[in-house]
């Protein structure tokens, strides 16, 4: 009997420690889903090649489909910068989509940026330094309207180069030459985030 006792009272122990540790975890988990938000990535909009593309390119009408379903949803889509913005000040961010676009294609602007504006959507172009201006990359003239409209620049270093396999010195200048070089370039607009090269770093 006074094993039984005993067993009873350690299964007791046991299972308040359990749904101690669950009701801890489920309300973190709670703060963490009201204090997070989707940033949705995306590089070309458009029509090409696969091949040539690598999957990094979406159709036109399936960009638009997925802004509007968004939308339809009363999600309200912005800037990572916006989204910072909104979490430094401790403000909702139910609701709310960050989109980026890396390397700064020209179909952004031919393609998403028209939706976007359709839409009232905003967000984040990460632009390679060197190839603004080259064929099939945005140019100053786009950059500038997109910046007018509202959308973000940040940075996607100056030659989108694997920054874990170069030297210090180099990646201080991929990384602070762009931001310098872009803030200087485009009236001042403050750089605040960088996409890494393929998403590779150390």
Known sequence: MDMLKKISKWIIIVAVLFLGAFAYFFVDYIDYKNQSAPILMYHGIGYGSVEDWDDMLIGTKLFEKQIKYLSDRDYKIISVEELAERLRNNQSITKYVAITFDDGYENNYTDAFPILKKY???????????AIGTSGYLNDQQIREMLKYGMKIGSHTMSHTDLTTISSDLYQREITGSKMILGQRFLDVVIESISYPNGMYN
């Open 120 to 130: 009232k959507a905003n967000g984040t172009i990460y632009l390679i330094r060197n």
